[in-house]
């Protein structure tokens, strides 16, 4: 989508309104009232006309999966309730991606992307039209930046372009448009509060990055929605605020443009984000740490640790380095080496600048990329034991090799997705790799066969819920088997 072209008058008229409420009336003032009216309209006119431009673009996600009732526990054993969450996201492709936040499509089982009516909110009395409703797929999840990629069959929509050279300042004017508590097509006002914010408060998805804080107002059901800047021009994608009373106040925080540009490639063409393995562990500088290392400033990121035999180390990179420049850019602080290691590209060299002792050391690292647990995964099923058709999956059995590649499981016994084949399964199922298979209707799985067997045995029609693992969280999946 191109720039909206009315971007001056928005920040003239926002910059006279906010200088009219800091001079307040004076008495001479309080009888030319309509002196006023036209900053005050062209103000109204210019963010209409934004709005309108910026909508089109932005959808509401409507989650359904399954999760332990409020009463389950009783007599009767544990019990499963449908769940239903609203979250918020924005159309990059007019060919159906649509980029919203991982948190609002975690453990889901079924995922209905709803595009505003044709007029919806316009007119005098906000009447809008049809809404269009259609079915979703997962393309790819990123949980480490809280980013998911969708998919929906529909041609010709309505984008917002994401631009890797968007940045923001602090103070500039933006606006926050999303389905706060499931209200469709609500937009808020606010300024940028920090263009780079380290969080170190504890939120409900802590991420290491570098984050964009706005003091527009952005509730639950926000996520995944655009932040857009007095251009129109996609800046960021909302993904958490920080509150004590659950709303808004003005905590808010995104995900920056170019962050979410890169992950987006990736997402598209692969499923997931391409990283690359420095073999590097390194920390924040405190003072103490700097007067015990003799490091010479008592800020930013030194090495504590370098793999032996890892590229790093090829390198010549060295314990007790502090990290000047990565790639260019400079590193204040573990969020900013973070975000440059992400925003690397697989098979570019590293160019390290690094601090050692009075010297200042240029490196260049050939970095790997990164494997994937699901690729380890893939690699030891058997297509010939490890086929479960009726699921659509490619299964292996959890034990001791499994176990140094996945993250701790929550349950020790299970079978493992390690791919889902091109036939699929029901359609109701939402089985990604990487997932865990405890229990199907309360019955513990323990083996491939066992599942396959147990899978077979179900008539055409019944309801069937697993038991899976996803992350670290348990989740329920229930279908219909076909």
């Given at each position: 989508m191109p720039?909206?072209?009315?971007?001056?008058?928005?920040?003239?008229?926002?910059?006279?309104?906010?200088?009219?409420?800091?001079?307040?009336?004076?008495?001479?003032?309080?009888?030319?009232?309509?002196?006023?009216?036209?900053?005050?309209?062209?103000?109204d006119t210019a963010i209409s006309r934004l709005v309108g431009r910026v909508s089109p673009a932005v959808v509401q996600i409507r989650v359904t999966g399954y999760g332990p009732a409020s009463d389950s526990g009783g007599g009767e054993g544990p019990l499963v309730s449908r769940q239903r969450t609203i979250g918020s996201g924005v159309i990059v492709d007019p060919a159906g991606f649509v980029i919203t936040n991982e948190h609002v499509i975690h453990g889901a089982q079924r995922i209905q992307v709803v595009l505003p009516g044709p007029t919806e909110g316009s007119g005098p009395a906000g009447r809008g039209g049809r809404q269009r409703i259609y079915e979703a797929?997962?393309?790819?999840?990123?949980a480490s930046i809280d980013l998911a990629l969708l998919h929906i069959e529909a041609t010709g929509l309505p984008t917002l372009a994401l631009d890797p050279s968007a940045k923001v300042r602090q103070g500039e004017?933006?606006?926050?448009?999303?389905?706060?508590?499931?209200?469709?097509?609500?937009?808020?006002?606010?300024?940028?509060?920090?263009?780079?914010?380290?969080?170190?408060?504890?939120?409900?998805?802590?991420?290491?990055?570098?984050?964009?804080?706005?003091?527009?107002?952005?509730?639950?059901?926000?996520?995944?929605?655009p932040l857009v800047n007095a251009d129109g021009a996609l800046v960021g994608i909302n993904t958490f605020i920080v509150s004590q009373s659950g709303g808004s106040q003005g905590l808010g925080f995104a995900i920056p443009a170019p962050m979410v540009r890169f992950a987006y490639d990736s997402l598209r063409?692969?499923?997931?984000?391409?990283?690359?393995?420095?073999?590097?562990?390194?920390?924040?500088?405190?003072p103490v740490l700097a007067t015990g290392l003799a490091l010479p400033r008592d800020w930013g990121v030194v090495v504590s640790d370098v793999i032996p035999g890892s590229a790093a180390a090829a390198a010549g990179v060295q314990?007790?380095?502090?990290?000047?420049?990565?790639?260019?850019?400079?590193?204040?602080?573990?969020?900013?080496?973070?975000?440059a290691l992400f925003l690397h590209q697989v098979g570019d060299p590293v160019l390290l600048g690094v601090l050692r002792g009075d010297s200042r050391v240029e490196l260049t690292v050939n970095a790997p990329e990164a494997k994937q647990?699901?690729?380890?995964?893939?690699?030891?099923?058997?297509?010939?034991?490890?086929?479960?058709?009726?699921?659509?999956?490619?299964?292996?059995?959890?034990?001791?090799?499994?176990?140094?590649?996945?993250?701790?499981?929550?349950?020790?016994?299970?079978?493992?997705?390690?791919?889902?084949?091109?036939?699929?399964?029901?359609?109701?199922?939402?089985?990604?790799?990487?997932?865990?298979?405890?229990?199907?209707?309360?019955?513990?799985?323990?083996?491939?066969?066992?599942?396959?067997?147990?899978?077979?045995?179900?008539?055409?029609?019944?309801?069937?819920?697993?038991?899976?693992?996803?992350?670290?969280?348990?989740?329920?999946?229930?279908?219909?088997?076909?």
């Amino acid at each position: 989508m191109p720039p909206f072209d009315r971007s001056v008058p928005v920040r003239r008229a926002a910059l006279a309104f906010v200088l009219l409420a800091l001079a307040g009336p004076s008495r001479a003032q309080a009888g030319k009232a309509t002196a006023a009216s036209p900053i005050l309209h062209e103000l109204d006119t210019a963010i209409s006309r934004l709005v309108g431009r910026v909508s089109p673009a932005v959808v509401q996600i409507r989650v359904t999966g399954y999760g332990p009732a409020s009463d389950s526990g009783g007599g009767e054993g544990p019990l499963v309730s449908r769940q239903r969450t609203i979250g918020s996201g924005v159309i990059v492709d007019p060919a159906g991606f649509v980029i919203t936040n991982e948190h609002v499509i975690h453990g889901a089982q079924r995922i209905q992307v709803v595009l505003p009516g044709p007029t919806e909110g316009s007119g005098p009395a906000g009447r809008g039209g049809r809404q269009r409703i259609y079915e979703a797929r997962v393309v790819g999840t990123q949980a480490s930046i809280d980013l998911a990629l969708l998919h929906i069959e529909a041609t010709g929509l309505p984008t917002l372009a994401l631009d890797p050279s968007a940045k923001v300042r602090q103070g500039e004017l933006v606006f926050a448009v999303g389905s706060p508590q499931g209200l469709a097509n609500t937009v808020t006002m606010g300024v940028v509060s920090s263009s780079a914010r380290q969080i170190d408060v504890v939120t409900p998805l802590p991420t290491p990055m570098l984050l964009i804080q706005t003091d527009a107002p952005i509730n639950p059901g926000n996520s995944g929605g655009p932040l857009v800047n007095a251009d129109g021009a996609l800046v960021g994608i909302n993904t958490f605020i920080v509150s004590q009373s659950g709303g808004s106040q003005g905590l808010g925080f995104a995900i920056p443009a170019p962050m979410v540009r890169f992950a987006y490639d990736s997402l598209r063409k692969y499923g997931y984000v391409r990283r690359i393995e420095a073999g590097i562990t390194a920390q924040a500088v405190t003072p103490v740490l700097a007067t015990g290392l003799a490091l010479p400033r008592d800020w930013g990121v030194v090495v504590s640790d370098v793999i032996p035999g890892s590229a790093a180390a090829a390198a010549g990179v060295q314990p007790g380095d502090l990290i000047d420049t990565f790639d260019g850019r400079p590193i204040d602080s573990l969020p900013a080496l973070t975000g440059a290691l992400f925003l690397h590209q697989v098979g570019d060299p590293v160019l390290l600048g690094v601090l050692r002792g009075d010297s200042r050391v240029e490196l260049t690292v050939n970095a790997p990329e990164a494997k994937q647990p699901t690729d380890l995964l893939a690699d030891l099923a058997n297509p010939d034991k490890g086929l479960v058709p009726r699921l659509g999956i490619l299964g292996v059995e959890v034990s001791d090799k499994l176990r140094g590649i996945l993250p701790p499981l929550r349950i020790g016994y299970g079978v493992v997705v390690a791919a889902r084949t091109v036939e699929g399964g029901a359609s109701g199922i939402a089985l990604q790799p990487g997932d865990v298979i405890h229990a199907m209707n309360r019955t513990p799985v323990e083996s491939v066969e066992g599942l396959r067997q147990a899978v077979l045995a179900v008539k055409t029609g019944t309801p069937v819920v697993l038991q899976v693992e996803r992350q670290g969280r348990l989740n329920y999946l229930a279908f219909e088997m076909e």
